[in-house]
């Protein structure tokens, strides 16, 4: 059955005309596996202060003589861009966030898809861009066009021009592009005179600071530009693909001209994201620049990256997302997108038989027979799974619903099921209820004209199955059919810098001197910034680290102890290891067959031998007869002894100095630590000062006597 919690917080109006829609599509069949449909109840009240579902007409329809899905997929972005303008800057209208009603903004608006990629096209591009023309902000989960943004290609040209400057191509391309805007006028001027683009090839007259004439010197920034290529091309390979990245960037000063774009922040966060890439590329085993070069243009060729996000899921900015990335969510208010998208596929593409453990796939356009005789339930399953994803995008919106459609016909598509809930009787689509929106209490904007449809082939008027803008009431709920002559569509995604005053040459003296002392002040913070984080506020060190360095003060007195051991037995790293995590192991009052068996495994563990594991037990057992354990086995039998246990505490230099004490158990008021050592017989002045080290911080946590016993294994 369909969940309901998803949906109790929203408006009731928006609730009844889901119920209309979708209780007749939701019959809950057996054959096509549809849902059985729970009707939705109210749990707040409706705003008669504005509309909670809002139909948005496609303005421009038609192709030539009929309505078109090319000219719908055209039109409708713009119209979208528009009223989300419209909602944000004029409405006025109010939603309810937290339990409080708070004035729309673009974080409250969610733009959901059934598909992001339509023929290896993304369907979102037109919405991002119609957005970006009316700077609002956006975010866009999961989009598909990053390696398609203009941005990222040029990104691409210069790092091949670093990698391949051989590429002239690429050399150009990067002289062009944003990152240095060399004129065509130079380019070709440099390219008659000196015969090519080359990094390694840079004409000894085009030097920085030399003379030379008025040709040479709008020559010059094409040579310091490829002298800088040249000096990225060396190190490429010996430092992160990161620096190399960002030394571009900072060299360039492309920040400032990316920001300034249309889009700006979207537009920086996708180069910024090409660094971390190379990060990722090379946390992932990358070794070589030219490795993640080819990786990003195999990305490019796949369509396998996503567009940087630039917005948190609390701030302001506008969501773009498909459906099945909503499951879950709520948004106050959901626009529902891309209407030409198909309910279902045309030709069914695989059949599933549980039974006969059968897959049937549609391979390299040929259907198998069991597919072609299943096709029509496949198919009718596939339209029941539509009709649940239209559910699913409808009940994500809480206050406000809108759903786009034609004013002339009811189109069929993902969003058909939701027809009988927006469309009215043809009888009443030319008269609602209020057309005329002249209340003001209401907010709405006043629609004069009776036709949805805002230009036809010939300038052909309405006809009787059009529906007229405004108020209609159907089925016990209303729908608000907007009219698109209030909306300001066209807006156009202009080229070049979208705040070119910031850069004229004509401002005051004054003007720019102090908007230079504040980039100095800016610039030293920033330094000071930098520093102040490079230092360290807390220094952490291992005890095994410390004792090679530095040692405390004074030494404590500190005890010796030893088990008698064969000549002949194993010694090195690896045996140290397997005794220690035995001993670490094994219960203090173990005998040989709980040794024998634990040694066994922590061997496999170690790759240890069979002498090795035979040599261990034999050491752990001889440890276990020693004083030192049975007054351990005493104390550990109140409670008083601890193993394995992990130490840390500040030095007298405010350093915090971690280690592991192998034993340690309190006896008469005071405390016994001893430190495993399997690789020498004799005491050393670095095993004291480790050991040193753990009766300090033992003595710091327990404020009690401590001693210490170095136990030679």
């Known amino acids: 059955r369909v969940t309901l919690s ?6 009731p109006n928006i609730q009844r005309a889901i119920n209309v829609a979708f209780a007749p599509a939701m019959t809950g069949d ?36 009929r309505i078109a899905a090319t ?48 023929y290896d096209v993304d369907v979102t591009r037109p919405y991002v861009d119609a957005l970006e023309a009316r700077s609002l902000p956006h975010l866009l989960v999961g989009g598909r066009s990053f390696h398609d943004r203009a941005e990222v290609e040029a990104l691409r040209a210069a790092l091949c021009a670093i990698e391949r400057p051989d590429d002239e191509l690429s050399v150009f391309a990067t002289l062009r592009g944003p990152f240095f805007g060399i ?4 380019l070709a001027t440099y390219r008659h005179r000196y015969g090519r683009f080359h990094p390694f090839h840079v004409p000894i007259d085009l030097g920085a600071g ?32 990161a620096s190399t990245i960002t030394a571009l960037l900072d060299a360039t000063r492309a920040h400032v001209r990316f920001a300034l774009e249309h889009g700006g922040e979207q537009v920086l966060a996708n180069v910024l994201r090409v660094a971390d890439l190379g990060r990722q590329f090379e946390a992932d085993g990358g070794v070589s620049f030219r490795g993640f070069l080819e990786e990003l243009e195999a990305q490019a060729e796949t369509g396998r990256a996503e567009e940087a996000p630039i917005l948190e ?32 596929p045309a030709v069914a593409s695989r059949y599933l038989d549980p039974d006969r453990r059968l897959c049937a796939v549609r ?32 009940t994500r919106a809480q206050d406000l619903l809108v759903v786009p459609a034609v004013g002339d016909d009811a189109r069929d598509g993902w969003l058909e099921t939701l027809n009988p809930a927006i469309f009215p009787p043809l009888p009443q689509r030319r008269t609602p209820a209020d057309s005329t929106m002249l209340d003001a209490a209401s907010r709405y904007p006043a629609f004069t004209s009776r036709d949805s449809v805002l230009r036809r082939p010939h300038g052909d008027p309405a006809t009787a199955e059009t529906v007229s803008p405004g108020v209609h009431r159907l089925n016990g709920h209303e729908v608000v059919w907007w009219d698109p002559r209030t909306l300001q569509l066209g807006a156009v995604m202009h080229g070049g810098l979208r705040h070119g005053d910031l850069i004229r040459k004509d401002v005051p003296a004054e003007v720019i001197e102090e908007g230079l002392s504040n980039y100095r002040e800016w610039h030293a913070s920033r330094l000071r910034a930098i520093d102040l984080g490079s230092t360290p506020t807390l220094a952490v060190q291992q005890v095994t680290q410390r004792v090679r360095v530095r040692s405390p003060q004074s030494l404590p007195h500190i005890g010796v102890a030893r088990i008698s051991a064969p000549a002949t037995r194993p010694g090195g790293r690896r045996f140290g290891t397997l005794v220690h995590s035995v001993l670490a192991l094994t219960p203090l009052d173990a005998d040989r067959t709980a040794v024998d068996a634990l040694a066994r495994i922590e061997g496999r563990l170690t790759g240890a031998s069979d002498e090795e594991i035979a040599a261990a037990v034999e050491c752990v057992l001889s440890a276990l007869e020693h004083e030192l354990f049975s007054r ?24 915090l100095l971690e280690g592991a004490i192998d034993l340690a158990f309190e006896e008469s008021g005071s405390w016994t630590v001893v430190d495993f050592k399997t690789n020498d017989s004799s005491p050393t002045d670095a095993h004291r000062r480790q050991l040193a080290h753990y009766i300090e911080a033992v003595r710091q946590a327990s404020d009690k006597p401590v001693s210490g016993t170095l136990f030679y294994l």
């Not at 709008?218 to 430092?239: C, D, F, K, Q």
């Open 183 to 186: 004129d065509d006028e130079a």
């Open 71 to 118: 000219a719908i997929d055209k039109a409708l972005p713009d119209a979208v861009g528009a009223f989300v303008e419209w909602l944000v800057r004029k409405s006025g209208w109010h939603v309810e966030v937290g339990g409080r009603r708070v004035k729309i903004g673009a974080g409250h608006i969610c733009i959901l898809f059934r598909r992001f990629i339509s």
């Open 6 to 11: 998803s949906s109790f917080r929203a408006r």
């Open 210 to 241: 030399g003379p030379g004439d008025d040709v040479t010197l709008a020559l010059r920034p094409i040579g310091e530009a490829l002298t800088l290529l040249r000096s990225l091309h060396g190190p490429r390979n010996r430092v992160p693909v």
């Open 363 to 394: 391979l390299a356009g040929c259907s198998p027979d069991d597919l072609i005789r299943q096709g029509p339930i496949e198919l009718e399953r596939d339209a029941a799974e539509g009709v649940r994803v239209a559910y699913v995008a409808a």
């Open 313 to 344: 899921d609390a701030s302001d900015g506008v969501r773009l997302m498909t459906v099945h990335k909503a499951k879950g969510l709520e948004f106050p208010v959901v626009i529902l997108a891309d209407m030409t998208a198909k309910l279902r």
């Open 632 to 655: 351990a086995r005493a104390a550990q039998a109140e409670g008083r002894c601890r193993r394995e246990v992990p130490v840390i505490y500040r030095a007298d230099d405010g350093t």
């Open 30 to 65: 057996a054959i096509t596996q549809q849902a059985h449909y729970v009707p939705l109840e109210p749990t707040r009240p409706d705003d008669p202060r504005q509309p909670s579902v809002v139909v948005l007409p496609v303005p421009e329809p038609y192709a030539t003589q």
